[in-house]
Structures are given as C-alpha cells and as structure tokens.
C-alpha cells in the first residue's frame, strides 16, 4: 500500500491519500476540507480516486467528503451508523467552529466490524472503535502492518471523549481490546499528528 498525509484545515487533520500501486486506484480517507488541495495531490500521482472513506463524523474528518465524492464520481462509505447523528448535524459543527457551512452528509454506505473495503487489490479490515464517537471506526490493512486511525489513538494521547456521546471507558476499551493486541509491528497513521505503532504507545503513552 502507498500513502501520502496530506494535513488540512486548521485543525492540521491527517487526510490520507491512499493507492494500490498495481492498479492505480486510489481512496481519500477523511477530507476534512481544502478539496482543491486535494485534488492537486491525486493529480499529481497520477492515481485514479474510486471512494472516500470516513472514521467518523466530525467536521475536520469529512468537510470535503461531499464535494470531492462529486467531483470524483465515488461513493462515501464509512464510518459506522453510530454516528449518523454527527453527519446529520454538520451544519451545527460548521457553526461551533466558525467554519463554511456544511451540509448534512449521508454516506453510500455505512460500515460494520468485520467488513472489508478493497482499495485496488489492498484490503482493510474494519474495527469498530467507539468512544471518540460512537460509531467510530478504523481500516486495517493487515498485510501492510497499517491501520488508518482517525482519531481513538495518536502519538502519546488518545481521541477526546468529552464530545456527544463520547465515552473515555469505551475508547480505551477499544483500544485495549480491539488495537494492541494486533501486534507492537502495526504502525498507524493518526487524525492528527505524527504517526508511531502500536507497541510504541502500548510502552510509552501515558493513557495507556
């Protein structure tokens, strides 16, 4: 798998641009705004955008998912159906944060533990990680030793909790449970920040 972080708005959210290197086909993985921005980077790897994936529902996680899905042709799938409520009221977000309206977003299709999203012949697995949100989820491509995070775990920290229906227990639970135990040699690119591993933060983070 080929990845590229592209941080945008000014929360310096970590979009990935992410490609199968045999085929060319490529995904999004939460455009949480500067769509023109983005596209310059697809443009520029000569990749062929065929979805957006989503974690979860926040505003810095999908501001552009619409707008770029339209202009690519593709479907928006992901996060969990959890988080429903969060698409739902992202005109409220875009209001608390003083950003451009966004409109309610729905996407192609919601995603459960267990599936599986194919980018080109790369596949992830999705783990349901609540506690950020609700319906959070991660992709997890086992082969390449890499989960696509959003944002339960980062580099010495772990997601909020302390937003709607956010839950401290459940995220470290998802952590504990779901994270570690796939391994110390699983690296992750996190929502915001540096990337790191597992087995970095199961030794050295103080959340944990």
Not at 157 to 165: A, L
Request: proline share 6%; net charge negative; hydrophobic share 40%.
């Amino acid at each position: 798998m080929k990845y590229h972080i592209v941080p945008v708005t000014a929360f310096s959210q970590n979009c990935s641009l992410i490609w199968c290197e045999k085929t060319g086909d490529a995904a999004l993985v939460d455009p949480g705004g500067e769509a023109a921005k983005l596209m310059a980077e697809v443009s520029a790897r000569a990749v062929a955008v065929k979805q957006i994936l989503l974690t979860h529902g926040h505003l810095d996680h999908v501001g552009a998912a619409a707008e770029l899905a339209a202009h690519y042709g593709v479907p928006i799938v992901g996060p969990q159906s959890e988080d429903r409520f969060l698409l739902d009221a992202l005109p409220e977000q875009s209001q608390m944060f003083g950003l451009d309206e966004c409109l309610p977003l729905t996407p192609d299709q919601w995603l459960e533990e267990g599936e599986e999203v194919r980018v080109g012949e790369e596949r992830f697995e999705i783990l349901h990680c609540p506690g950020h949100t609700p319906g959070h989820i991660v992709f997890y491509n086992r082969d390449a030793h890499i989960i696509l995070m959003g944002d339960v775990l980062f580099k010495g920290g772990v997601g909020r909790s302390d937003f709607p229906r956010g839950s401290h227990q459940a995220l470290i639970n998802s952590i504990r449970t779901k994270l570690l135990p796939l391994g110390d040699d699983i690296a992750f690119i996190p929502g915001h920040g540096a990337m790191s591993t597992l087995g970095h933060e199961r030794l050295t983070n103080p959340f944990l």
